[in-house]
């Protein structure tokens, strides 16, 4: 078969030879057989494909080496070469040395030596085909006429030289068959890896098809059943955090969800609906949980009370941070263990009744160290003045830092201060200076209004809902019984001695203000208490004020009804305001102010006509003194009456209005006479 393909090829040389019908030609040359031997036309070999019998890989140095068949190899002489007759002829060396390779091609072990002995420079072919590709070379037609080129003897130079040449493209061919092999089974397991890769694609889409077919199918059963399984099931989290878990907002959070879940499942059981397994496992669960839950709440909460009985320590910083932050525990274990929860509120109120008794206590015996004006009988209006009994005076009245029993002065500016602090126990102590009564009284008490405030609104906030307001109530009043006594022993001890009218008003208008201030806070359980100092103070100022209306008197019925003195001495006297018309001004003027917004139902208006009157009829008792001299009797009586209305000029207030409009008609009157 590769006679076929060499057949017609220019490997002639230059001389003819006249073919020899009955014997073989010793010349190296093929015979030709038909007009298709083209040096181009491949034919198929027997048991080998057609594509290992390709000639596109046969290197331009093979095709060459047939084409240049003639020529002789330099240094070499056949001048004188003969024609051996012995010599096998060409055809049958070819077609031996062929039919070697067609032995390794049908034995595949040879076949597979021989391949794989390929080598780089096998490889290293170049191929010339005259410009045609391998379609159109196997597509070419072969010559209609074949000449028939006659046979020449073959020299053995000749023979040898073509034989190498053969061989040359024998190993040419054989190496672009083994190429093309390997060429083929590289493209052979990449048809199969394909194929391999398709099959992969394909299960992935069809594994990527059932998946999202579950992944659905598992979406519809966790919408159906996600609310029961939520409802039934407990995660490990939840658990951990209620049983080991520190107590904080996130605790308290959870336990709600407990609570919720627990009321949710007992309502399930109660019902007649229908029980299942995890209903039962679930509620010892539940069970557990809230008992550990109230170990813990009531653990905590013990921890806060004892805290509240450390020294130097601030209840309302603890109550803001450790109670009102975990308000629900208390309700969580009120509700689960109300008998718990009742014991911890026992030792709660214990614990704040100690605490506020002893805080203020403290605070009192700061306040007692604050010196304080005493003002006693001899500071009333019918007294004799000091210009006039200075010898007395000195020795009837105890030593002390000058005052003024009848000014309000400077003192009303402890109703108007926007100043609402209370003193420190500190300053207390170390305050040098000397105060009237009402400024230990405020301070004590706009103390205790302020701590009863915080913790009123701390009841309300962390007991309820658990407690009723009534019995927050008496929580209240359990817990300040004791603080409030206090307060009460402190404004009687203040005003139990005095006859400082004026700091008593002032003490009942701060008690008033604070009643509003309460009011306004929405604190009503402090009530009583300020009821309870309202009943110590309006009957001691009654009982004040029935000691001034008592000297006044004293000191009308000391004058005489009939004028003394002769007409010469009487000249002589003088027609000034009496020195008990400039202290009931004084009074006046305090009182007055100190009630411009004060109803005409209060004890004070009684108290202020009856003074008056007193006053009215001393003065007109002393202008008997003047004798017959009627004129210097009303000059004295409305220089008097017009001090009182210059005094009391610039008061506002409905009782204000009523006493000026009193004393401007006494005026007015003595004016006209005179």
Known sequence: MWLDRLAGGPLIASGQSTPQPGSRSYSPLPRRTSNTLSPYVTSQRACHS???????????????????????????????????????????????????????????????????SITEADLDLDFDFGGLGLKEL???????????????????????????????????????????????????????????????????????????RRLGNRREVEKALGPLVEELSLSPEVISKISTGHIDESWAKILTELDRRSAAHKKKTSSAQQHNKASEELGPLFGKLTLKAIERIRDFLVAQIKALRSPHINAQIIQQQNFLRFKDLFTFLHKHHATLADEISLAYMNTMRWYYHNQFSRYERALAKI?????????????????????????????????????????????????????????????????????????????????AT??????ATFFSPALSYSQISKTFTYIFESTFELGQNLSKTLVAETFDALGILLCIRLNQYFAFELQRRKVPVVDGYINGTNMLL???????????????????????????????????????????????????????????EAGDDEPVVVSLRRLRSEIETFLAKQSLSYGSDRRKSDRFLYNNYSLIVTIIGDTTGKLATEQQGHFEQLKMAHELDS
């Open 371 to 451: 010196k304080t004006h005493i003002l006693d009988k001899t500071d009333t209006l019918g007294h004799e003045d000091t210009t006039r009994m200075t010898a007395v005076l000195s020795s009837a009245r105890a030593a002390g830092p000058p005052h003024d029993a009848f000014n309000l002065g400077r003192r009303i500016d402890l109703l108007k201060t926007t100043n609402q602090t209370a003193m420190s126990s500190y300053l207390a102590e170390e305050d040098q200076a000397t105060h009237y009564l009402e400024v230990q009284f405020r301070n004590f008490n706009l103390a205790l209004i302020d701590n």
């Open 454 to 459: 915080a913790e009123y609104t701390f009841l």
């Open 50 to 116: 057609p594509r290992s019998s390709s000639l596109s890989l046969v290197s331009n140095d093979s095709s060459t080496s047939l084409l240049a068949g003639s020529r002789r190899p330099n240094g070499t002489s056949l001048r004188h070469s003969s024609t051996i007759p012995n010599l096998a002829d060409s055809l049958e060396t070819l077609e031996r040395l062929l039919s070697e390779p067609l032995k390794e091609k049908n034995d595949p072990d040879k076949q597979h030596a021989r391949t794989s």
């Open 538 to 596: 309006w009957p001691r100022l009654q009982v004040v004020m029935d000691r001034h209306c008592e000297s006044v008197r004293q000191l009308t019925n000391g004058l005489p009804s009939k004028p003394t003195r002769s007409a010469a001495d009487v000249s002589k006297m003088t027609a000034a305001p009496h020195v008990v018309t400039q202290r009931f001004g004084q009074l006046l003027h305090g009182f007055l102010a100190l009630s411009a």
């Open 138 to 212: 196997a597509s070419s037609h072969a010559p209609e006429e074949a000449t028939t080129i006659p046979r020449q003897p073959q020299t053995v130079e000749d023979y040898h030289q073509q034989r190498t040449k053969f061989e040359d493209l024998h190993r040419s061919i054989t190496a672009c068959d083994d190429v093309l092999n390997s060429v083929e089974n590289n493209l052979a397991d990449f048809r199969n890896d394909l194929a391999a890769v398709s099959a992969d694609i394909e299960s992935l889409q069809e594994r990527s098809t059932a998946l999202n």
